[in-house]
């Protein structure tokens, strides 16, 4: 059970590392196969001398790689990090109506003041 293991910490450490040593990332599909491969070899070790540990290790190799594609998918949705906006530039055209009294609210009108924009990415 070493090697599945191994694979699957190679997998997390492929994932996570570079962006902690600064590092160029690898291509997403590097840690997802090395997490499958992780979690294919368990499932066969644990076909062939079925035990409880065995059991176990498989089942938790097998969510750490479902977990780690969930985790990529979703966060691949926000795109590259480049377009987002920088401190300084223009904000684009934006209206929305006020929580507090219902007035309406646009950027435009508060050229030259300092506005503090928060946008939250939410699924409702």
């Not at 840690?31 to 499958?36: D, E, G, I, R």
């Not at 479902?66 to 904000?91: C, N």
Request: avoid cysteine; glycine fraction near 8%.
């Amino acid at each position: 059970m070493l090697l599945p293991g191994l694979l699957t910490l190679l997998g997390l450490l492929a994932a996570f590392l570079p962006a902690q040593l600064r590092l160029a990332d690898p291509p997403d599909w590097v840690p997802l196969l090395l997490l499958l491969g992780g979690a294919v070899w368990a499932f066969v070790v644990w076909r062939k001398r079925r035990g409880r540990k065995r059991a176990l290790a498989f089942g938790a190799q097998a969510l750490v790689f479902a977990a780690m594609a969930y985790w990529m998918l979703v966060f691949s949705a926000y795109g590259e990090p480049s377009k987002a906006p920088r401190v300084g530039d223009t904000a684009p055209y934006i209206s929305a109506t006020r929580v507090r009294d219902g007035a309406r609210f646009e950027v435009t009108a508060e050229r030259g003041e300092q506005v503090l924009l928060v946008f939250f990415r939410g699924e409702w």
